[in-house]
């Protein structure tokens, strides 16, 4: 393919094969670009055809793929940020996560699109990528490192201030199942246990640098949307203030914010931990992405009794949620705390707070004793014990080793019933918001491959405007549904919606952005050239969703994983929310898949795979059969 | 008749420059008494009204037949998206 047709993409994906230390550079065809977009299509694609099934996550044959989209890199707020798959550690299935910041368009920069890492490095090493090149060094000196400590001296070495890093922490390299990877310290591909994948395979870090120019087939139409979203961004959406986690208060009023471990779904000293208490008390700066103006992410700093470093940036809202309300905590110090030791130990502060706030309900309940927590007294609402806990985890220690596994796994090991309380998708820990309010939410996380991501998912009390708000009438949300219904038209909403929000994943397109389904189109086809319609657009994301699930079938998950935590199908025990119903749920799931073309029990149809262009993928449900 | 104050906090902006108005801090407003929710909102808000998601007085959630009440605290929060 001659690259000189080819916008918006740099035309070269990188396999680096660690167990051989060989470096190769692949140039996919036109079609692939098309096809797939990127991101998550990327990663797809290439875990279906080249990670067999039943392989160890941890092991040598699993692989490790960054990948970017068209727009990342490009002269338009949102293109910041980058994907990374693999089988994932935590859930056994399709895993990925997606980090902003600028690691993303740096490896654009330096001339690719995509990395492949596959096998085992005999001994540490780090991946130096810059203006085209690629080499493997050393990195014994990096090992045991924490995240922000690693990232300097990874500059230092190389001589250069604006080498663009992601690093695992020590919560990689001891495998931790949640561990994350970071990109320039702060912005965290936070789910699945990525960074557990990278540290089996002792890779250390990716530092990327490049000066190339990423081609735009019209700039025009950037600078346009560029200067719209400069001039409107403070009224569409209020991030740009506090970050995110400044709307808990109504969050709480709703019932949509988790509290003790989802038993409700509402936190009486929630004012106490929001973002704005945050930002007044212990913020020093506000700080963004690749070129972006909303700059959403907070760093703060706190002095005593804890101290909390600012490398380290601030808590988003999933990290207030987690060591806040879900931990019965009201304590904003503690939490920054534990936000902190997330980011220094690198490992995502979702199942990290998700699976102490479990342990705490099976203390309550009986099911951990004094004897089993070291005496610590693990009770809702102890800001000590969740950090000490957090600290045990990040070193695998007493109560801590068991919890490195994260929820699902340390549930089976206590036993008595304690699966009950293990609020967790495929092993993979919900994120903060409640599916007994956003019911179409807990049908997305039910079913979604890469398990509840909350970034993917459809938010059902935004969608509750119906057609007449904004432009979604384009798209054929045509009515008004309350967000606690569950029901064939939520089904539809989450199949026609749902294919919009699950996009951004393919585009690695930022969703906290304030793009209309219009401007995206626009952008898409400003830098690729490619005519695009929003069906075009849709039926990308439909494919990789599908693909997705063909992964996971692959490896043995059945309509039985698509299912959402007991904790959900009962009322909270405050909010005044009832629980999911049970066949209400049932009946919206079948509908669900067959929506998207899948049978009865969740397996993709031949007919659906013929639909999507996608008949490649057949074989591999062909050999599962057999 | 009558004036009374009331504290809003809203996170949708007001169709234009309201003085004191910062988005998601408190700010007063004298408002005539027996004023409602929903007067309050089409006179200050209703270009944006479609972009509520939530109302509450004084901590509950509230409708927009509400009459509000010298020192009422009101929250005006936009729709309840994700991150």
Known sequence: ?626 | MGEMVVMIRAFIPPNEAVEGFRLGEPFELNLIDGTTLKELIQRIFSKNKGRIGLMAINGKIAQDHAVLLEGDKIDLYSLLEGG
């Not at chain 1, 700039?219 to 740009?240: C, H, I, M, T």
């Not at chain 1, 804890?306 to 060591?323: K, M, N, W």
């Not at chain 1, 998950?557 to 909270?572: E, H, M, N, S, Y």
């Open chain 1, 1 to 626: 393919m001659g690259n000189d047709i080819l916008y918006g993409y740099s035309g070269r994906i990188l396999r680096v094969d660690l167990s051989l230390c060989t470096l190769t550079v692949e140039e996919p065809p036109l079609e692939y670009y098309q096809h797939y977009l990127g991101g998550r299509g990327f990663i797809v694609v290439t875990l279906l055809r080249e990670v067999a099934a039943g392989v160890d996550p941890l092991g040598p044959s699993n692989k490790l793929i960054f990948a970017l989209g068209p727009l990342t890199g490009a002269p338009l707020p949102g293109g910041g940020r980058n994907s990374i798959g693999a089988k994932s550690p935590l859930t056994g299935a399709f895993g990925e996560a997606e980090a902003g910041g600028y690691w993303g368009p740096e490896l654009k920069k330096a001339g690719f699109d995509a990395i492949i890492v596959e096998g085992i490095s005999e001994f540490p090493v780090y991946l130096w990528v810059h203006e085209g090149e690629a080499e493997l060094r050393k990195a014994t000196q990096l090992w045991g490192m924490e995240v922000a400590q690693a990232h300097f001296a990874i500059r230092k070495e190389l001589g250069d201030e604006k080498v663009r890093t992601a690093v695992i922490g020590p919560g990689g390299e001891k495998k931790i199942r949640f561990a994350c990877i970071s990109n320039d310290i702060t912005h965290v591909a936070g789910r699945t246990g990525l960074g557990a994948v990278m540290g089996s395979k002792k890779l250390k870090a990716i530092a990327v640098r490049g000066s190339s120019e990423i081609r735009i087939s019209n700039p025009e139409v950037l600078r346009n949307l560029s200067r719209w979203l400069a001039q409107n961004f403070k009224d569409k959406s209020g991030v740009w203030r506090y970050g995110t986690g400044y709307l808990m208060e109504g969050y709480s009023l709703a019932g949509n914010l988790p509290a003790h471990n989802f038993l409700d779904g509402s936190f009486d000293q929630v004012e106490k931990i929001t973002a704005q208490a945050i930002c007044e008390q212990h913020r020093i700066e506000m700080y963004g992405c690749h070129i972006c103006p909303l700059r959403c992410k907070k760093r703060i700093k706190i002095d005593v009794p804890y101290e909390v470093d600012p490398i380290y940036g601030g808590p988003e809202y999933e990290t207030l949620a987690a060591f806040g309300s879900n931990c019965g905590i009201s304590d904003p110090k503690a939490i920054c705390k534990a936000h902190e030791i997330c980011n220094r130990h690198g490992i995502d502060t979702i199942s990290a707070g998700g699976t102490i706030s479990f342990a705490m309900e099976c203390y309550e309940k009986g099911l951990l004793t004094l004897k089993d927590t070291d005496g610590l007294e693990l009770g809702f609402g102890n800001a000590e014990s969740m950090l000490k806990l957090l600290e045990q985890i990040t070193e695998k220690r007493g109560l801590g080793l068991l919890l490195s596994e994260g929820s699902r796994i340390a549930a089976r090991q206590i036993g008595k019933g304690a699966e009950d309380f293990a609020v967790h998708v495929k092993g993979l820990e919900l994120a903060f918001h409640d599916p007994r309010l956003k019911q179409g939410l807990g049908l997305h996380c039910s079913v979604n491959p890469a398990g509840p991501d909350h970034a993917s998912a459809i938010h059902d009390t935004v969608l509750v405007k119906g057609p007449q708000f904004e432009d979604w009438g384009t798209i054929d949300v045509n009515e008004s549904i309350p967000s606690t219904e569950m029901s064939p038209r939520k089904a539809r909403l989450l199949y026609q919606y749902g294919l919009w929000t699950h996009l951004a994943n393919y585009l690695v397109l930022c969703i906290l952005v304030p793009y209309t389904k219009r401007q995206i189109q626009e952008a898409v086809e400003a830098v690729t050239g490619w005519p695009m319609s929003y069906w075009r657009l849709m039926k990308t994301a439909e494919r990789g969703i599908t693909l997705g699930k063909i992964f996971n079938v692959r490896e043995g998950f059945t309509d039985a994983d698509d299912v959402l935590p007991k904790r959900i199908f009962l009322p909270q025990r405050k909010g005044n929310l009832g629980g999911v119903d049970p066949g209400k749920f049932a009946e919206a799931r079948k509908m669900y898949y067959q929506m998207l073309g899948w049978d009865e029990k969740g397996i993709p149809t031949t007919a659906r795979l013929a639909e999507l262009d996608i008949d490649w993928a057949y074989e591999y449900l062909e050999s599962m059969k057999q």
